[in-house]
């Protein structure tokens, strides 16, 4: 089938059959297709669209695009769940999300990945703790999920190699936005992780990717109707990203805001909230819990024993990172050797945060990427950031940056500053915003 009539039948408006989408796939993961001929199509689906149908086999044609992870033979006597988040700033949900999970009798197989435009990416995170492996092989994978029940980790090259070389070619073309090829994307390495049931977390707001509610249900719709139509059962809650989720944005320190929680040291309450609520469904998804209510008792009762930083440490350990990593100082994360505050201008409350402002502050620092091979700086980022509604005097830390260097320091101080609005009254910010379930 050659790919020209392909493109053309795209471009003029037509619907494509399940052969001439299998084919397009085989051709993007073979290398048959030149770049050109994959940017046409990619430009001709961004500006026409598909309908469900076409999306649901495309994303079936990407993730039957290489290996599909069978985990029937692993004698996992407990349900394989998952849960994706669009991204946002501060968000280190997977990192006590999933321990959580295990410690609730669940397997979470969770493939992540790396920071995107102005938000983190849970690898990068990961990747602060010394020696830990986001691409183990298949059987330290399969003995971590025996171990601690939960194991985070990057797909390998063999995961839908259709989407890494598809989403290359978006990224450099200017379809990223594509609705139908976003939900591909996606949902093809979900579904060739051979996971049960799958919650997506899509975020909306002004440090998301989706900044009104109607983006973001738009995406929420898509990925749970075709996750469905594709055989696996999806849920989606929209949440909110006005603000950082909780205290810290930057690699390490959200690493380590992370441990301090699962260890019930400090749990910034907008963090425990949105955590608690894709706990909740998940566990009553996978038939942990017989509702949303008993989902969030027992996922509270998995921290507050140390269930769940049991199960973390244990997937650290057995990933190769620091075996003790709970212990004082335990972690051995970097710090960086620059800190200074960001001073309050004057008395009042936060009242509202740009957050993609802040999330590009800290890409700045060096905790992200500008170009897919940059390196990336796991110490530097923020902490000790204020949430909205909090009173403060002037002078008062907003936050602490956390720099390589006095003259990054000083770009972020002013970037950050000019970020954070006091005012004399804040409206509090809504968590969960909508539930989308198929």
């Not at 990203?241 to 390490?252: E, I, Q």
């Not at 990933?319 to 003790?324: A, D, E, F, I, S």
Request: with cysteine; proline share 4%.
């Amino acid at each position: 089938m050659r790919a020209q009539e392909i493109i053309r039948a795209k471009r003029d408006g037509a619907a494509l059959d399940a052969a001439q989408i299998d084919a397009f796939v085989q051709g993007v993961a073979s290398r048959r297709w030149s770049e050109g001929q994959v940017a046409a199509l990619a430009m001709a689906i961004c500006l026409r669209g598909m309908t469900r149908a076409e999306t649901t086999q495309l994303t079936r044609a990407m993730a039957a695009s290489g290996t599909v992870l069978d985990w029937s033979k692993a004698g996992f006597d407990a349900p394989l769940l998952d849960k994706h988040s669009t991204g946002g700033v501060g968000d280190k949900v997977s990192l006590v999300l999933a321990p959580i999970l295990a410690a609730c009798g669940a397997v979470v197989p969770m493939i992540s990945g790396r920071g995107l435009g102005h938000t983190g990416g849970t690898l990068d995170k990961l990747e602060s703790l010394p020696g830990y492996r986001t691409t183990p092989d298949r059987a330290t994978l399969k003995r971590t999920l025996r171990n601690a029940g939960c194991a985070i980790v990057g797909a390998s090259a063999r995961i839908a190699p259709a989407d890494r070389r598809l989403y290359a070619i978006r990224d450099a073309t200017g379809t990223v936005e594509s609705l139908p090829l976003i939900t591909a994307s996606i949902l093809s390495k979900k579904l060739a992780a051979g996971v049960q049931a799958l919650l997506i977390d899509v975020k909306q707001g002004n440090g998301a990717f989706c900044t009104t509610h109607g983006e973001a249900r738009a995406l929420a719709e898509s990925l749970v109707a075709v996750a469905n139509d594709a055989g696996l059962p999806t849920r989606a809650l929209i949440t909110d990203m006005n603000a950082v989720l909780g205290s810290t944005a930057g690699n390490a320190l959200e690493v380590g805001e992370s441990l301090d929680f699962l260890r019930g040291r400090t749990r910034e309450p907008r963090l425990l909230e949105v955590t608690l609520a894709l706990a909740a469904e998940l566990l009553q998804q996978g038939g942990l819990a017989a509702s949303a209510a008993d989902g969030r008792r027992h996922a509270l009762q998995a921290l507050d024993s140390g269930a769940a930083a049991d199960r973390f440490a244990r997937m650290v350990a057995a990933l190769g990172g620091p075996r003790h990593v709970l212990g004082r100082g335990g972690a051995r994360l970097p710090r960086a050797p620059v800190q200074r505050p960001v001073p309050s201008p004057r008395d009042g409350v936060v009242a509202s945060m740009d957050t993609r402002a802040i999330g590009l502050a800290v890409i700045a620092l060096g905790a992200g990427r500008a170009r897919a091979g940059d390196a990336v700086d796991p110490r530097v980022g923020l902490s000790g950031v204020r949430a909205v509604g909090v009173p403060v005097a002037r002078g008062e830390p907003l936050a602490i940056v956390h720099a390589a260097d006095a003259d990054s320091a000083a770009a972020a101080l002013y970037r950050v500053g000019a970020a954070i609005r006091i005012a004399d009254h804040a409206a509090p910010l809504a968590l969960v915003h909508a539930r989308i379930e198929g």
